[in-house]
C-alpha cells in the first residue's frame, strides 16, 4: 500500500501541474487598417515550460516581423510568481475576419483570436513619399450635439525619431474632449515601406449646433542622422534634423437635437445603452425591518459616465429608501467610451404584504440606428413577510383568544384603566402644581435633563449615530412628549431625524455629521421640552443662597 501511495503522489502533482498551467494569448487591438501591424502577446506562469512557442501555424496568414521575449517576477503577499512573455508583431496578409491560430508551447495551447483587417484607402497621399507626416480623421462627418465623435491622430515615420517628439495639446472651442487610452505604436507598410506609426485617439463631445472646426495639429521631432560628423563626439549634442509636420483642418457639422425627443427627458445620444439590477440580499425571503440593497446600473456607449444622468428614485408605499453616492467609471474601447453609473440605495420595508416597486424607464437617441428609444426595467412586487421580533403589522381582530385567555385580558383592561386614571390624576396635579411658587425640587433617581442633553450633544459632536440615537431614547424618555410627536410639531428636529435614521440603516453611516441635529434639539420651543433647570427660564432659583 505505501509503494502504491508513493507511485500514486507524482502523478497527483503532474496532473495539477499540467492542469494549473496555460498559455494566453491577448493582442493590443482586435481592428486595424490593411498594411498594419499588430502586437501578440503569449503568458504563461509555468516555469516547467522552456523554448518558446511554435510559430509555424501563423504563415499562411501572417507576416512575422519580429518576437520578443520578457521574464518578470511578481511578488504578492509573500509568494512569488514568475511569468513569461512572448510579444510577436504580425502584419496581417489578407483583409476581412482574420484569425490567429491556437499556438503550442510543450503541453498548453493558446485560444484563437480574431482581429478585423479593414481595407484602407487606395488613394495616394502627396505627404506619403515625405519621411515624416501627420494624419487626422473623424469617424464620421456630422454628429449630434453632446454626442460623441472620434477623432484619430497618427503620425507615420520612414526614419529614426529620437524621444524628444512632441505634439501640440487639443484644443476645441465649446467641446469636451476625452482621451482613449494610451497612445499606441505599430508599423505600416506604405508603397513597400516600412513606416512607424504613432497613433492618438480623442472622443469630442461638441456642446452646441452647427458647424465645429477641428484645428491643425503640429508634431515635431529630431530626425536621428545616419551618418553623423566624423568629429561628433559621444559626449556631445546628438546630430540631427529638426522636423515639424502639420494636419490639415477638419470641419464637423453638429447637428441639433430632433424634434422628436421628448422635452421634459434628459438628452441622451448614444450608440447602445443597457440598464441592469442586482439585489443584495435576494429579495425572495424579507421581512419587515430588513434592510435590502439595491443596484441599478446605466451602461452607455458613446458618452462619459459624467453625462448620465441620475435614475429615477425607488418611490413604494411600506418602503423606506436611503440613497448611497453613485459610481461612476469610464472604459476605453474601439468605438470610443464606454460610460457607467452605478446608483445603490437600502431599501427597509416597514409594513407586510405586497409591495409594488415601478418600473424604471430610461428614454435615450440611438445614434447608430437614429431613432428614439425606451430601456426599461419591469415592474416587481416584493412579498414582505412579518418580524415575529419586531411584532408590527399585526391586526387585532385576527389574534384568536380562547376561554381561558378571557380572564387575562380582562385584568389587562383593568390594570389599563387604573393607569390612565392615575395618569389623568397625576396630570392634573402637574397642571395645578405649574401655577404654585417654586418649592424645592425632590432629589432625582436618574440623570438629569442637563446631563442627558451633555450625552446627546457629546455623541452628536462625536458624528456618532450608534451613541446618538442611544442617548436621544434616554432623554426623550423625560420629556413630556415622545419624539414623533415634537418632529411633528418642529420640522428641523424632524428632518434631523431623517437623517439620523438614514445613516442608522445605509452603509453611509460614517459620514453622518451631528451638528443639525444637536441644533434641533437646542432650539426644540420651551414649551414642548422640559425646563433646563440652569437655563434662562426667568423662574427665582430653587435654591436661593
Known sequence: MTRFTALLLPLLLCTATAQAAELTASVDRSRLNSGETVELTLETSDVTQFGKPDLTPLEPLFEVRGTRQVNQLNTLNGDNRA????IITLLPKENGSVVIPPLQLGD????????????????EDKNSLDPVFIEASLDQTSVYVQAQVILTLRIYHSVSLYDDSSLTPLQIADARIEQLGDTRTYEKDINGVRHGVIEMRYAIYPQHSGLLTIAPQTFSATLVDTQPAPDATAQGPKPGKLMRVTSSEIALTVKPKPLTYPADAPWLPARSLSL?????????????????????????????????PALPATEASGLRRYPDQPVLNNQSGDRGLIGSREEREALVPSRSGAIELP????????????????TSLPARTLQVANNPSLQVDTPAGTLQVNAADNDVLWWWKLSTLILACTTLLGFGLWWRARWQPAVHRAAQTGPSPRTLLDD?????????????RQALDAWARQQ??????????????????DGLNGALYSETGQ?????????????????????????????????PK
Open 108 to 123: 498548453v495551447q493558446s485560444q484563437p483570436i480574431t482581429v478585423q483587417v479593414v481595407e484602407s484607402d487606395t488613394h
Open 359 to 374: 418600473t424604471v424607464d430610461v428614454i435615450w437617441w440611438n445614434t447608430f440606428e437614429d431613432h428614439l428609444e425606451h
Open 276 to 308: 441592469s439590477e442586482s439585489w443584495n440580499p435576494e429579495p425572495e425571503h424579507t421581512q419587515v425591518g430588513d434592510s435590502l440593497t439595491r443596484s441599478l446600473t446605466l451602461k452607455v456607449e458613446g458618452l462619459a459616465s459624467s453625462q448620465l
Open 456 to 468: 446627546i450633544k457629546r455623541a452628536c459632536q462625536a458624528n456618532d449615530p450608534q451613541a446618538t
Open 480 to 497: 413630556p412628549e415622545t419624539l414623533a410627536e415634537m418632529a411633528a410639531r418642529f420640522v428641523p428636529l424632524s428632518d434631523a431625524l
Open 511 to 543: 459620514h453622518w455629521q451631528g451638528e443639525d441635529l444637536w441644533r434641533a434639539i437646542r432650539t426644540i420651543p420651551a414649551a414642548e421640552r422640559v425646563q433646563d433647570p440652569v437655563g434662562d427660564s426667568g423662574l427665582p432659583p430653587l435654591y
Open 83 to 86: 511569468t513569461t512573455r512572448w
